[in-house]
């Protein structure tokens, strides 16, 4: 029995047995999204939060 994701797929994208390619293609796509996009943007979120909490500290400790 066939499942409905392999019908799909095959109709689609007319997968005939390669389906190890598409998995390493899948998983390049995903660590560049990653690396491109995920990774700077938590970066930059937790700059952003270092950021306040040094100039807390300031504001509550002048020297």
Excluded: C
Aim: hydrophobic share 45%; net charge positive; aromatic share 14%.
């Amino acid at each position: 029995m066939r499942h409905f994701s392999d019908l799909v797929l095959n109709k689609y994208f007319k997968l005939d047995g390669n389906s190890l390619a598409w998995v390493i293609i899948g998983g390049l796509i995903s660590s560049m999204f990653l690396t491109l996009i995920v990774v700077p943007f938590i970066n930059y979120i937790f700059d952003r939060i270092m950021q306040k909490s040094w100039q807390g500290r300031k504001e509550r400790n002048p020297d």
